[in-house]
Nanobody, 123 residues
């Protein structure tokens, strides 16, 4: 129901825009989040946005470099990633939480998950 795309290989300092398309318009009322995970580590929050897009959250490690946005008409959420660093290398997952009014940062608050897209940043 959530399809992430846009990952790939990029050099340090470069940019990527990953997107997450939902299959059902009800996701337009869901809070959305981007998480990432590397082997041996827990999945961590990267950014989150409420249903209307007027409230966002960013992990300290990506503040000022990443931007989350959404287009409810297209039921798609985006993560624009600039000034990428090798430490950003991970599988990026999008997720949806049916508590759309607030921004959720805990993995357990999310109800649906996409399949993940790999982002590799070379040094």
């Amino acid at each position: 129901q959530l399809q992430a795309s846009g990952g790939g290989l990029v050099q340090a300092g470069g940019s990527l825009n990953v997107s997450c398309a939902a299959s059902d318009r009800t996701f337009g009322s869901y809070g959305m989040g981007w998480f990432r995970q590397t082997p041996g580590k827990e999945r961590e929050i990267v950014a989150a946005i409420n249903w209307s897009g007027d409230s966002t959250y960013y992990a300290d490690s990506v503040k000022g470099r990443f931007t989350i946005s959404r287009d409810n008409a297209k039921i798609t959420v985006y993560l624009q990633m600039n000034s990428l660093e090798p430490e950003d290398t991970a599988v990026y997952y999008c997720a949806a939480a049916n508590r759309g009014l607030r921004v959720e940062v805990q993995t357990g608050k999310y109800d649906y998950w996409g399949q993940g897209t790999l982002v590799t940043v070379s040094s």
